[in-house]
């Protein structure tokens, strides 16, 4: 089983940028899909961007424009470029995992709400905090 371990969060104005990362304890292959989910305070967790077994990506409709998902090939690290942030994006950012068919659309067919339930491995989560 692979270990996912985040990093890249932190403090910043609204409108700014940061870009988070996943590192994948071991190379993944094509057959992981993966993702970055979210969860402030007393809130669900919920659904950020996610990348499918072939390369297709998904977005939660509050991301948008803003935020860009992206995974390197090679090393399976997974990133989460985010740009015009909100207040409302302040919480903390999970990177998860888990087997997927290789090739071919799986987690990117479900609706956000749904991707938390898909995904059975999880990092220790990053903290992200935007300021008004």
């Known amino acids: 089983q692979v270990q996912l371990a985040e990093s890249g969060g932190g403090s910043v104005e609204s409108g700014g940028s940061l870009t988070l990362s996943c590192a994948v304890s071991?190379?993944?292959?094509?057959?992981?899909?993966m993702g970055w989910l979210r969860q402030s305070p007393g809130q669900e967790r919920e659904g950020v961007a996610v990348?499918?077994?072939?390369?297709?990506?998904s977005y939660a409709d509050s991301v948008k424009g803003r935020f860009t998902i992206s995974q390197d090939t090679v090393t399976s690290t997974l990133y989460l470029q985010m740009n015009s942030l909100k207040a409302e994006d302040t919480a903390m950012y999970y990177c998860a995992a888990d087997f997927c068919v290789p090739h071919k659309a799986t987690v990117t067919r479900l609706a956000p709400r749904a991707w938390s339930a898909f995904f059975g491995t999880w990092g220790q989560g990053t903290q992200v905090t935007v300021s008004s």
């Open positions: 990348i499918d077994g072939d390369g297709s990506t």
């Open positions: 071991r190379s993944a292959g094509s057959g992981v899909c």
